[in-house]
């Protein structure tokens, strides 16, 4: 029988989906124009602290946000829980992230932009530095983390391939700064160990 790589991985205590390990990505700004921030029909996920972190930044980001993104926090706040029950970043027209700013034809995201221009010390929720990574509570402190994808990311797809940088690579900053530096070496040693067996 001819060994293969599970499907599902245990590092350090979060379950991952091994195409983390196997497909390649890294966004395309240049092709995309940033639209993962304005299609979809849900805010990005977000936890009760980054809430906090986000409302703490409000002064420093509103000037970058239209008049209709602050119609929607005057009226509902930074945050809503979605149909699935999930705290997640208000949303604009259905769509587009209340914290969507514009650059010609690019799409920012004005928490990362005043976190850059020093103006706040708050940078994005993870869950938006994580993607196309998705994150899963199971309950129970389980954890677990799938590649999410989606049409509009097909760019990032094709120059990941170019590049051949596998998506735990890509996302190395965000995954850090999720799980900690001795969670991502766990899991550097677990791609040697899996490359020794020839199982990547």
């Known amino acids: 029988m001819v060994n293969q790589l599970p499907p599902i991985l245990d590092v350090g205590g979060v379950l991952i989906s091994s195409d983390l390990l196997t497909e390649y990505f890294c966004c395309d700004y240049e092709k995309c124009k940033g639209i993962c921030c304005v299609e979809g029909d849900a805010g990005a996920p977000v936890t009760l602290d980054e809430i906090a972190g986000i409302e703490d930044s409000l002064d420093a980001v509103w000037g970058d946000l239209s008049a209709s993104a602050q119609a929607v926090i005057d009226k509902q706040g930074v945050a809503y829980t979605d149909k699935e029950g999930d705290l997640v970043t208000s949303i604009v027209r259905g769509k587009d992230c209340v914290f969507t700013c514009y650059d010609g034809d690019n799409c920012l995201c004005a928490l990362e932009k005043a976190y850059r221009q020093d103006k706040t010390r708050f940078c994005k929720p ?5 993607y196309p990574i998705r994150e899963k509570n199971f309950g ?6 799938n590649y999410n994808r989606w049409d509009v990311c097909r760019d990032a797809v094709e120059k990941g391939k170019a590049l051949r940088l596998p998506l735990y690579q890509f996302l190395k900053e965000p995954l850090v700064r999720r799980f900690g530096e001795a969670w991502y070496q766990e899991l550097l040693d677990i791609v040697e160990e899996l490359k020794a067996q020839n199982l990547l």
């Open 126 to 130: 993870v869950s938006c530095a994580l």
């Open 140 to 145: 129970n402190g389980v954890i677990g983390l």
